[in-house]
């Protein structure tokens, strides 16, 4: 019996987190955006990777 | 959920052309986010940490290889570092009235669904202060397992734990939260 209380007190437990996991999980897309324009920037400036040496 | 041969060829793209690291950034940057979110509790400072994790993502292409981990899992790593590394520096520091005003109105939960009551939205508010209350690695598994979903076995590869680990660990984090709010 306690068993299954404990069961069920966790399992309310562990749907409770869910719920505030989901409330939680709010978009910003313009952050997003603003990130992305960022990120675009420093890859466009940053140097090409080294490719294999040619020699003359 | 993209499969891993798809995400591999994503990231020797992004390793030949750091202009390719877009596309992992559109697949990953929610998840990432409201990772952050989770943890940093305040807008401001989970962007300016999720900036910080794509940035020094970008800046490591080069280095990362898939001997050990995946790329979501090297992300979080990355982020729980970033996360990790600014409680260090600003643990010690004096929080201003301002400040936990404004950390206070951040952490305001948005309404949930449509049909939750008042007694649900009270709950979940105090449920969200326990979980703050629990040490950092607790409150990374808490949020990797029951607010991004994750399972054991990503848990374990993000975390550099085992599954069984995880498990036990989990276990101990519940057995807490529910201790702090007498359920």
Do not use: C
Not at chain 2, 61 to 85: D, H, P, Q, T
């Amino acid at each position: 019996m306690d068993l299954l209380n404990e069961k069920n007190k966790n399992q309310l437990l562990i749907n409770d987190l869910r719920k505030l996991g989901r409330a939680l999980n709010r978009g910003n897309d313009d952050f997003k955006l603003a990130l992305a324009l960022k990120l675009k920037q420093q890859a466009l400036a940053k140097p090409e990777p080294k490719s294999k040496k040619s020699f003359p | 959920m993209t499969d891993l041969s798809q995400e591999r060829e994503l990231v020797i793209n992004a390793q030949k052309n750091p202009a390719a690291f877009n596309k992992l950034y559109q697949l990953y940057f929610d998840k990432i986010y409201h990772f952050i979110l989770a943890r940093a509790g305040q807008v401001e400072l989970a962007e300016d940490i999720t900036s910080q994790t794509f940035v020094n993502a970008l800046e490591n292409m080069a280095k990362f290889r898939w001997r050990n981990v995946s790329f979501g899992a090297w992300l979080y790593r990355i982020a729980i570092n970033n996360l990790n590394s600014y409680y260090r520096k600003h643990n010690r520091l004096v929080v201003t009235e301002e400040e936990t005003l404004i950390s206070l109105a951040d952490q305001q939960l948005p309404p949930l669904e449509p049909y939750a009551d008042f007694d649900e939205q009270i709950r979940i508010t105090e449920l969200k202060k326990a979980v703050d209350q629990l040490p950092d690695f607790e409150k990374n598994l808490v949020a990797l397992r029951y607010f991004q979903e994750k399972s054991y076995e990503e848990i374990a590869e993000i975390l550099n734990l085992s599954v069984n680990a995880v498990g036990v660990k989990l276990h101990r984090a519940l057995k807490k939260v529910r201790k702090i709010i007498n359920l």
